[in-house]
């Protein structure tokens, strides 16, 4: 069999253009590891699942419900002893921003129930319920799990009466504004559930009968809520 050897010109060629590839061929991997070095990574969204030990807590926020169970009651114009008051509510903490500033926005239901001194022959009885639009500005610390926050509420007020003296009976209910201004903590104990405690001032104004007339009143009391 008969080989036929290329010309020595054209296997100088194929050896040069080889020795080329087997230099460039470097320089390519090199290229592309710089461009993987030098392109930005393609932005991630973490979400926070679970407030686990060693993880992220969950960012405290949203609606959240509130129930005051236990309250003293103590009106500042002398003319009560200190009583009992509950109250319930629902609101949104909204975080607007990174960081611990939040803002809670709702409504809440209060209930005094009066305790009037005691008199012979003479039964006076009274409660003063109030519904308000109420705005809690405040900051979030301690891992996602201590509230502390202002309190500001503005709404209606009705103060219902009942005198008795003998066999006579009076009843009568008194209209009016209220303006709320307070402050509190709340702890996040288990998941959603957090307990708290604050105090608070219910400046008061009623309308009778053309006339004006104010009872304001001091309260301090603790709180259970839920985090949905």
């Known amino acids: 069999m008969t080989t036929h050897r290329l010309p ?32 930005p990574e393609e932005p991630t969204i ?24 236990g309250v003293i009651h103590v009106p500042l114009d002398g003319e009560d002893d200190p009583g009992y008051q509950w109250g319930l509510g629902a609101a949104w903490l909204f975080r607007p921003a990174d960081g611990p500033f939040a803002i809670d926005t709702g409504i809440g239901l209060e209930h005094s129930i009066g305790n009037p001194p005691d008199q012979p022959g003479y039964d006076f009885e009274s409660h003063q319920v109030r519904v308000e639009a109420q705005a809690r500005p405040g900051a979030v610390l301690v891992g996602e799990t201590l509230w502390v926050f202002g309190e500001v509420g503005f709404g209606y007020v009705v103060w ?6 003998g066999s006579m009976t009076t009843e009568n209910a008194t209209h009016g504004l209220v303006l709320s201004l307070g402050a509190g903590a709340s702890y996040q ?13 219910d400046l008061q104004w009623f309308f009778a009968g053309g006339q004006i007339s104010s009872s304001h009143n001091f309260d301090l009391g603790v709180s259970a809520g839920w985090f949905f």
């Open 160 to 165: 219902p009466t009942s005198s008795t003296v």
């Open 8 to 39: 020595r010109s054209i296997r100088a060629a194929l050896v040069s253009l080889a020795a080329i590839a087997a230099l460039l061929a470097p320089g390519v991997s090199r290229a592309d590891e710089a461009a993987e070095e030098t392109c």
């Open 46 to 69: 973490r979400v926070r699942l679970t407030g686990a030990p060693g993880e992220d807590a969950p960012r405290l926020s949203g609606i959240h419900v509130f129930l005051v169970p």
């Open 189 to 201: 104990v288990w998941e959603g559930l957090a307990i708290g405690a604050g105090f608070g001032f």
